[in-house]
Each structure stands twice: as C-alpha cells, then as structure tokens.
C-alpha cells in the first residue's frame, strides 16, 4: 500500500557516513510497521536512475525517522538533502516483522549489524509497546560504525555493542556475541537485519538453539512495488521453492524459508 | 479539448500512451497510483505456457541512466494468469495487451492459441526479442526467417490482432520489421533491450546472476528513436515506439518519427505514475501548440 | 611499483589507456594539459585521402549520459596530416595510431599506403565503422564479406600493423570480429558509435544537421563491453575496448572481460586529462589490490 | 591556452532567470581578451554530459565575472551554485573581439541581444581602456531581460535599450534601434553578440551602411579545444568557404566572413 508521496525533511543528524532524517509524513507513521521501507527518490536526473530502498527507523506522531549509510552514489545524494527539503517518497511497502501476543514478557534479540540496526529501533519500540523485552545486540567494523548506540540504550533496553576490531563493546563478530549470550539466556524470538553473512550465520546459530527467527533481507530494487521481479530470493513455502519478491513478499523472511546461498552465475 | 485518440487500424487507443510489458507486472500493481483506464492501454509481463522460475539473481543493474535486467520472464503462465488476472484485467475500460513468449515456435503459437479462448484481451505483442532467456542473449527477432516463421505460425491459431516486437540487437531493423509485415503482424512494436553487461571489479564477476541482461531507460531513447524512425518510414503498419520514453517531450519525439502509440517502460518503476503524467504533458502540450488531433503529429517530422 | 606495460605483440604500450580517434583531434590539442608521453598512446582523428568538409551542423547533440555526433569526418586529409602534423608527432615517445577511412575499398588501401611512407606511425586503425558518412550509417564493418575484403586489401598494401575498429550496430559482433582476423588484421577495437537521432519537438526537425549520428558515452558502456566480452572470448588477436570508459574501474571491467587495452573517447571533452586521470587510478588500483602487472587481470573475470 | 582550472565563486547575484558570478581565477584576470569564454563543468554526473560554454564578463585584478541565462539543464545546475563553491573551468577559450588602435575617439557600438550582452561589459571596459567611446545597445523581449542596464549606465557609457514588449527604452527590436541611430551617427565599428537572427540582420544593416563589425557566434560544444569538430560555422576567409571551429577559430568573426544561412539537413 502506499499512501505518502512527499515527506518534508524536519531535521537532519549526521555522523561522516551515517545519517538520521526525521521526516514529516502523518499517514506512514499512523499506518505503517516495523520491518517495512519506502522507496526514495534520490536524484533529479537520470544517474541515479532508481528509488532507493530505505527502511522505517521510527514512527511517532505525525513524523518517521529513517537511518542510513552511504553505500554509493545514491545514499551519497541522500545525504545531501537539507531540513525542509521535500522527499519524493512512496510507501510504507513490503511485509514487517511479525510481533506476536506471545512475545508478552518474553526476551526478544534484535541484531543489526551496521545500517541493518535502522528497522529495529522501530521495531523494538513495538516490541516494548506489546510487552516484550527487547535486548539490541548491535555489531560494527569499529565504534564510527555505532552511532546509534546511545539512542537506543536512551530507551532503556538492554543493549550490547560488539566491534570487529575491539575498539567498542565485545571485540569480534556480533555473531560470536549472540551466541555466547546464548549459552545462559533462552529468548523467545531473535530478528535481524544486516549483511548476508551475518544473516545466515544466526540463522545456523538459531537452527541449532531451536530458536524462532525472521531476517530482513536486502537486494537491489527496480521498482519496489512487485512489478519488475528484479528484487528475487529463492524461499522454500508451502513446499516449494522459488523466487519470492523481497520487496512485496519480505524484505522479511522467516529463518527456515531462505535459501541462502543459491549457486552462483550458474 | 485535445483528441488524444489515436487509431492502429485494428484498435483505437484512447491516447497514444501504453505501459510495456516486463515493467508493468499484470496491471493491478499500480491501481494503487492512478485508474488504470486512464491509460491508452498497457502490456502484460511476458507470458509462456508453464510458470517459470526466472534468472539467477542479481537480475537488476543501475547503469548510467540505464538499467540491465535480466529477469529471465519468471512469470506465473498463461493458465494461471487467464484463471486469476485477466477477470480483473477484462472489466477495464483500455486496452489490455498480452505479451506472449515461447522456447521454441510451437509455444509462442500455444500461448497465442490459449489465450485467444478468453474475452478482454485488446491484441497480442509477439515477443520475439527477450534477450534473457537464451544462450548469448539469441532471439528470433534477430532473424528476418525466423521472425517471418514465428509470426506466420502464431497468426495461423488466433484472430487476435498480433503486435510483433523487434528487438534492437540486429544490423537492419528494417529487414526484420518487412518480415514480420510480410508475414501478416497487424502492428510493430519496438525497441526491447539491447544485450549489455556489467562487471564487479572486486569479485572480477559479472554484475547479474545471469551474466549477460537487456539495457534499458534514457540511455538508449537515441538508438531507439532512429530504429523507429527508419521502421515507421519502411513499413505501412503502425509502429509503435518504445525505448527511453519518460517524458511527453520523449513520446512526443517518437510519434513525430512515426510512431502511432508509444510504450513507456523502465519509467515506471522511477516514477509509478509516469504513463500518466506523459498522458497529461502531451495533452498540455499539443494545447499550447493548438493541435486538435494528437494523431496529426505521427511522422509529422521535417527532413 | 607496478608495471602497467602491456604487449599487443605487434606492438608494446607503457600502459593500456589510448585516447579515441575522434575526441583527440590530432594530439597536439591535448598538450597543453599533460604530457602525452604519459599516455600508452592515442589514436589520431579519421583521416581520408583527401580533405573532408564534414556534415551539416548542428553536429553534436547531448543525451542522458550520452553525445551524439554527426561529425562526418571533417579533416585535412592524409597529405597535410603527414606533412604538418606527423613529424610532431613521431617525435614523441608514444604509440601514435592513424585511423584510416574510406569511401571504397581502394580509398583504404590509398590512405593505408600513403601512411606506411612515413615514420613514427606505431599502428593503423582501420575505421570500417563509421556511422556518419554513408546514407542511413552504413559501413562494412555490418558485414563479414566488406569487412574481410577490405582487411585483406589494406593489408596487402602495408606493413603497419593493423587494428580493425568494429560497429556495434551488428547482430553478430563475433561473425564480423572472426572476419577481421582471417583477413589478417593483428587487432580488434571496439566499438564505434551506434546509429542514433534526435528530434527538436518545436520545430519538428531532426536535431542534427545530419538527421542520424553515432552515439558515445556512459549511455554505451553496458553494451559495449558486453561486446568486448563476446568477441575477446572468440578471437586470437588482442581486443581494444572502447565505448563510455570515464574511470579506472570503467577500464578495468573491460580488461576483465579480455581487452588487453582501452580507448578513451567523449571522456576527453568532459576533462581533458581524462586519458591520465584513468591511467593514474589503475595504478592506483593495482597498488591496492596487489598487483604487479596490470597484464594480470586482462581476461580475468570469473564465470 | 589553458591556464586556469579551477575558480572560487566570490559572489553571486540573481535576477531569477539571470545570474552574475563573481569567480577567482588570477591567471585569467591577467591574460584574456574580451570574447574569450570558458567552459564550465556543470554537474557531477552524466546527465548533462559536457561542459557548458561561457563568456568572460568581466576581468579584474584576480577576478573574473560571469553573466549567464538559464537556458536549459546545464545552465540551471550552474544556477544552483553558491560562494564559496569551486567551478571546474577550462580556459581563457578561443579568439576574442579585435580591438584596434585606431577606434582611439571613435565611437563603437555594442549590441547585444538577451544573454548575449555578457561579453559586451567586458570589450566596453576594453574599448574605453583604449580610448575608445563604446556606445551599448541593450534588447530583450521584455524589461526582465535587462537586468544589466544599471550595471552599464553606471560605468558611464552611453547606454540604449529596447524591449520588444515596449516594457523599457525603445519599442521594437534592437536592429531597428541600431538602424534609427545609424540614420544620424557615423561610429566606426560594431561588435554584436545576441541570438543568430539578430546577428545576420545587425551584419546586414552593417554591409549597407559599410560599417565593419564582428561578431560571436554560438554553437553546442563537445570539447571547446579544437578537438572535436563539432562546434564549426560555414567561414569565408582567404577566397575558401569552409567549416571552422567555433570554439578556436572564434567564437567571434568578421562581418563578411560568416555564412549565416546554410541550408538545412541538406
Ligand atoms: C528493504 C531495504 C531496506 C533498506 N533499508 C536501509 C536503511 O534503512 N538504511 C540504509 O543505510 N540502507 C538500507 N538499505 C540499503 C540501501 O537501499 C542501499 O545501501 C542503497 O540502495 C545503495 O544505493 P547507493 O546508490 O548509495 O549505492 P550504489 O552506488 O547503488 O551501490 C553501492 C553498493 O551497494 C550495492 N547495492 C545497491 N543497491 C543495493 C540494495 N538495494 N541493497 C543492497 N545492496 C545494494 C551495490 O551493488 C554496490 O555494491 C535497504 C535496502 C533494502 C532492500
Ligand atoms: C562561446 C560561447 C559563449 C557563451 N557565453 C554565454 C554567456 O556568457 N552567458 C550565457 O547565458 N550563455 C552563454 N552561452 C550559451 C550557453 O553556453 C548555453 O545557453 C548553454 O550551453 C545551454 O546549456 P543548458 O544545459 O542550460 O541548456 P540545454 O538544456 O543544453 O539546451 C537548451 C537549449 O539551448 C540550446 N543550446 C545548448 N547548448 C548551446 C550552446 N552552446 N549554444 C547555443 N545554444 C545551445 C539547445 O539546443 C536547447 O535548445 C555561450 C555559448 C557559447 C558557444
Ligand atoms: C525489468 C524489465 C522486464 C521486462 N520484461 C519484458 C517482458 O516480459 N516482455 C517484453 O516484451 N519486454 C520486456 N521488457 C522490455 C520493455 O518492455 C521495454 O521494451 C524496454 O525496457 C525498453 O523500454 P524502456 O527503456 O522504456 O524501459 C522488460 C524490461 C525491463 C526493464
Ligand atoms: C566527436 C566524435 C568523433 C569521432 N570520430 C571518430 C573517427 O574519426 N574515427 C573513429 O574511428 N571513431 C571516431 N569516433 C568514435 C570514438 O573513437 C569511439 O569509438 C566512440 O566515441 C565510443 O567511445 P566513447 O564512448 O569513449 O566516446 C568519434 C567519436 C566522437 C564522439
Ligand atoms: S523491486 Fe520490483 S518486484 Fe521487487
Ligand atoms: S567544441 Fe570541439 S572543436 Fe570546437
């Protein structure tokens, strides 16, 4: 469904490559969820040619937030736009993550790992709102790849930082940092957001705990819209396995249904 | 009050204005944007027989104003889609044009045959010209026999009106347009994408899945607009233009070529509402210049 | 240190960046910019027997990230360019290629000859492929049989080494690439511009005085390297890549899908120090990644 | 020649469609001639492609002006610059307006049309320098478009505008101000910039009147170095007709020289 078009910028926070736009846009911030993204317009003439993908950071009032790195000449574009400056915006699209009655009371991890952390500050907030218990676990190359870690340890959850290079939090892997975590707690659910390898290591991790979980996967969109088939997964539903639009069916997949490594120019 | 009506002879088009196949997936998905019969009509993503898988992903590539795909025509089938789609699509008031595929000969003219058994379909666009689907990006568009063979064999089985789509990686479009007139093609539809790559210079892989993909977007509206161009002046079928089209003043210069309608592609996707803000900057604009008949300006160019 | 030389076999460049024939005029005009001994070498603007006035301007015609060019080889023909301009030339330690056209076979072979008297000339660049000179862009590089012949007759003529620029406006690029070879050309380069127009809207005339030009630039990249692709894989004799190179990670795709050099061409009227800036950056690249000669990563891409 | 690459913008004043730059670029202060242009890179990416054509307006001490109209894409993203930027420059370009020494005293007038007055300020600021007395005419097809009238009545020259709205000064066209004048004044010589048709009149006006002039042309242009081709105007000069560069064998020629018409799409 998409139901904003514009999006007047109200403030712009930035740290070198990251950046945090808060935007006006009443009818996604009422209707959207977690998990969801919008597709942003980024240039006025033909290079860049396609909207970008970016995910829902936050949602109050009448405003949504977004969180994003520059990736490339897009994101670069992005980053540009000034506090009153009109985003060309279509969304809320896709399917979110899903929060359950059950998660009531219950532990819930949220991993992200470097921009992947922007969906799940929105979506632990749902997570609180339902009840639950989020602990952020939130992984980058070193700490200039943390910025928002004061932001959601401000919301009063329990947060766990990890560095590649040790200069922050647990030095390595976020996924190493699950894991242990794992050895004496036993959450309910675990969801995250990030690069592949990430992904597809918690998800062995979570196989072998038993642990549910659902990743919000990326790929390079034409269209956002379910038009082109250009955004594919191959995802094993209903015993089947085929490509799956991440944009209309996901970005969010549950654990056993994504093939993760489909063989390669085959 | 401009007429922005434009007549092919065989189907007369509310306006010029048709959303192409591949960019459009099968209508519905951008009811959400504007009322779909606003449209001069719009193409379905291409359709064989079976429901296919598609290409190995990647299978989209941002190129300077362009775009590879190399979707590969994952679709659901002709069954599936005459079962859940074309109800919907046959209650619109525009022309709802069906875009039809095959391995081999035989299938284009099933598919074609199969769906000449439902109602609401406008006319059929022989895609004969999908780079993604065959080994060095090979199509039957390529040939002026094969194009001539495919065409003769799908008119045999179905009274629809059949639109033959050219493909641009050839020498002489020109033949190939002649073949498929020669061979009973109630219209032309051209261009589809031309066979281009892009290389990851880290991974030293190619950027899609499948290698090789079709380019399209502005990139390619110049080498588009001649190929119309040296169509229009060689066949006396209507030629209707594709390639690069995201703006009136773009459509404009293709029916100005000789083009009698024109298809907007890879705009929609950057724009959901292109083919109507193209509808509306065409009406405005042949206002401004006092044209009554868009029609009138169909090969109207000065050489 | 890494060594950026590589080895044509007829022919040792200090690097593999030439300017493009055509964006470079005669050489000269880029010196005030860099010293052109930093270049691998660059090939000097189409050259006929006799002085060519050239097409109708308008001549040139900007598109999204691409140019189209109606130029029509406007030039000074082969004796003033041997006698005002070579000897400049032949002094600097490059390798100064000559583009040579033709109206017919013979004009070649004239042309080719004449140049074989002088020295300082590293390599003739047989231009089969210009789009700007003939009724509707025709040229022999559309066919195997013209492109044979006139390859054979020019080699029959000169001892220079002979590089064979192809034309993107082909279904098969491989077939003409294959014929070129057998003929005995010790080099291909590809590609030229593709057949393209234009029109201005208000005044309902083609935008170039020409009616139809070549288009060059970024808009092109994708389809030419799927080219260089294509023909690097079925030829023996070395590929120049040309069509849309801007950067160092441009040029290197192209060597990644086999070309053992690179032509610059429109990227030199955007920067003039275009050709140094690309040279700079794949050194730079090398240096980063590991690698000693840049020899290394031709025809390296993983498939 | 090119000397200077690249140029700090000092100031920039606007009258909506109209824009004056002030850049530092010492190298070209010192050594243009009025007529020369630059040609400027407009944007970072490929849509538009080339570099844009602009005359100098004015050199002093290390500064140069620049005078532009909005024409198009290009000359809009120029637009959207602001002090303190750099410009990517090429030049001083091409062969300037002759400044002779015998216009000592004499009268000259200078007439330019729309956008076409930017090279003017500069060859008046030369001619005065010279001794000379330039005489400006100023058209534009309504009062908005001569936002540089006051700029020029200050420098004390004589100044004469038409509009062809009737909205300032004369009413008509500027060829027919030129010729109303040339019924009671003797000037030596005339310089014009302006579009083509008011040019091929001004030089036929000229002819009658045996009054020399020049005048600079315009053309799209790929390169601005010689390199190209692509930039030429049919040229009689030593008993040939032939295509000559706009870009170095101008952009300013002789009255006689100038092919005006050549036939179209031929
Ligand atoms: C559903 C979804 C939600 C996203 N949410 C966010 C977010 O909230 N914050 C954020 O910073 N980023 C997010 N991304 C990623 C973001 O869309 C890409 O970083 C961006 O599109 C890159 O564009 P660019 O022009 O800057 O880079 P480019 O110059 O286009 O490419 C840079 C590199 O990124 C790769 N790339 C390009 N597009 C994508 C893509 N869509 N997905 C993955 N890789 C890509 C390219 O292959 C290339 O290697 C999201 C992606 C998806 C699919
Ligand atoms: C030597 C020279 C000096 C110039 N000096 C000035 C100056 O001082 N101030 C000023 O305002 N303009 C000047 N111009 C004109 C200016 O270069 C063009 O207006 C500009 O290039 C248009 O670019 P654009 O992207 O804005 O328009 P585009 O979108 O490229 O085109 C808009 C329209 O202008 C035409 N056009 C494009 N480029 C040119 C061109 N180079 N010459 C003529 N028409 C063109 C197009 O065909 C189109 O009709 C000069 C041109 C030349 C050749
Ligand atoms: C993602 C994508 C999918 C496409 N799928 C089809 C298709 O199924 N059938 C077809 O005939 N053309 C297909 N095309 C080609 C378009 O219909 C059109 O011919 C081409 O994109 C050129 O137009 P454009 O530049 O406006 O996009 C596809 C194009 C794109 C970009
Ligand atoms: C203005 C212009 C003039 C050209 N003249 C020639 C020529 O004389 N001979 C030739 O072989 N190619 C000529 N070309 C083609 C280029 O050498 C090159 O093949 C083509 O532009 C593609 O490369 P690019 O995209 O890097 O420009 C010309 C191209 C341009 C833009
Ligand atoms: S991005 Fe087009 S279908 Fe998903
Ligand atoms: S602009 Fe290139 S030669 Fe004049």
Request: negative net charge; aromatic residues 8%.
């Given at each position: ?266 | ?95 709802v044009i069906v875009n039809v595929c095959g391995e081999d000969e035989d299938e284009y003219a099933r598919v074609a045959e199969y769906l000449s058994r439902f109602k609401g379909i406008a006319a059929l666009e022989l895609n004969i010209s999908c780079p993604n689907v065959r080994e060095g990006g090979r199509c039957p568009a390529q040939s002026s026999d094969a194009t001539f063979r495919t065409v003769k064999k799908v008119k045999e089985v179905t009274p629809l009106p059949l639109i033959t789509k050219l493909s641009p990686n050839v020498t ?132």
């Open positions: 469904m998409v139901i904003d078009r514009k999006a007047r910028i109200i403030e712009v926070q930035d740290w070198d490559d990251y950046f945090l736009f808060r935007l006006e846009s009443p009818e996604i911030a009422r209707l959207s969820q977690p998990g969801q993204f919008i597709m942003i317009k980024v240039s006025e003439t033909t290079n860049p040619l396609l909207r970008r993908p970016i995910s829902l950071h936050n949602c109050t009032g009448r405003e949504v937030e977004i969180f994003f790195q520059i990736a490339g000449k897009g994101t670069r574009l992005l980053s540009q736009k000034k506090a009153g400056d009109i985003l060309d915006i279509l969304g809320p699209l896709g399917r979110g993550f899903s929060i359950k009655n059950e998660f009531k009371g219950k532990e819930i991890f949220c991993v992200g790992g470097g921009r992947g952390i922007a969906p799940l500050y929105y979506l632990a907030r749902e997570l609180s709102a339902a009840g639950a218990r989020p602990v952020i676990f939130y992984g980058g190359r070193t700490s200039a790849d943390l910025p928002l870690k004061s932001r959601f340890e401000q919301a009063d959850w329990e947060v766990k930082v990890s560095t590649d290079d040790g200069s922050l939090g647990f030095s390595g892997l976020v996924t190493s940092l699950v894991e242990s975590e794992l050895r004496h707690r036993t959450p309910t659910f675990l969801f995250a957001c990030g690069p592949e390898a990430m992904m597809e290591k918690l998800a062995e991790i979570c196989r072998k705990e038993n642990l549910p979980a659902e990743f919000s996967l990326e790929s390079i969109m034409g269209c956002g819209l379910g038009a082109c088939w250009g955004c594919v997964k191959k995802i094993r539903r209903n015993g089947e396995t085929k490509y799956l639009k991440i944009c209309q069916d996901g970005p969010v997949f549950s654990r056993d249904e994504i093939v993760w490594q489909e063989k390669e120019n085959g | 009050m401009v007429d922005l009506s434009v007549d092919l002879g065989f189907l007369k088009l509310k306006n010029p204005v048709l959303a192409a196949s591949g960019t459009f997936g099968y209508g519905l998905e951008f009811k959400p944007f504007y009322d779909l019969e606003l449209l001069g009509g719009f193409v379905v993503k291409g359709l064989y027989f079976n429901p296919r898988e598609g290409n190995l992903p990647p299978r989209l590539i941002e190129t300077p104003s362009g775009l590879i795909n190399s979707i590969g025509l994952q679709g659901i089938g002709v069954e599936a889609f005459c079962r859940e789609i074309l109800p919907e699509l046959a209650e619109l008031d525009t022309a002489d479009i020109v033949s190939i347009a002649i073949a498929a007139e020669e061979a009973g093609s109630e219209a032309i539809s051209l261009v589809n994408t031309f066979l281009a790559m892009a290389v990851d210079i880290e991974t030293r892989k190619p950027k899609l899945g499948n290698v090789i993909g079709g380019l399209s977007g502005p990139a390619i509206k110049p080498i588009a607009l001649r190929m119309v161009f040296q169509v229009a002046r060689a066949v006396k079928i209507p030629v209707i233009g594709i390639g690069g089209i995201f703006t009136a003043e773009d459509a404009l210069e293709f029916m100005m070529v000789g083009a009698s309608a024109i298809e907007v592609g890879t705009a929609n996707f950057v724009d959901p509402d292109a083919c109507l803000r193209i509808i509306q900057g065409m009406e405005k604009w042949a206002e401004n210049h006092g044209i009554k008949n868009i029609s009138e300006i169909i090969g109207s160019l000065k050489i």
